[in-house]
């Protein structure tokens, strides 16, 4: 088992002794989703990939949290936003701008890249590397916009 499945999983029992429904919900949603996953491919999954499992959920509760925004009901918006704040808490530290600038500039130079064609290489050396710790959307823009300046 994979220590930050094994670490949900404490959790979940910490949430049950606490009578912490709202927690305890949200810790079975990312279970059962985990579960889901290695039903389905027959395998167990190491940290790397529970860490996508719960980047996935977070951008689902952005994007729901916007959805509900948008259509004028706050209280969905509002379970959503505690949701999210609980995922969050298995998702290692963001990282800084810097840091960020910092791998991309290297991903860019250990390849080579100089224009969008390159910009698979680039993110195939940099997801492993972000996963969990950064937007990915973000990442891509700020790849896109690197690429582009590289260009000039």
Partial sequence: MSDLKAQITEQMKDAMRAKDKARLGTIRLILADIKRIEVDERIE????????????????????????????????????????????TFLPQPLSD???????????????ASSMADMGKVMGIVKPKIQGRADMGVLSNLVKSKLVKAKL
Wanted: charged share 35%; proline share 2%.
């Fill in 45 to 88: 999954l190491d940290d790397a990939r529970v860490l996508q499992v719960l980047d996935k959920m977070v951008k689902q509760r952005r994007d729901s949290i916007a959805q509900y925004l948008a259509a004028e009901r706050p209280e969905l918006a509002d379970k959503e936003q505690q949701e999210l704040e609980v995922i969050k």
């Fill in 98 to 112: 810097e840091e960020i600038n910092a791998i991309l500039d290297d991903a860019i130079a250990s390849t080579g």
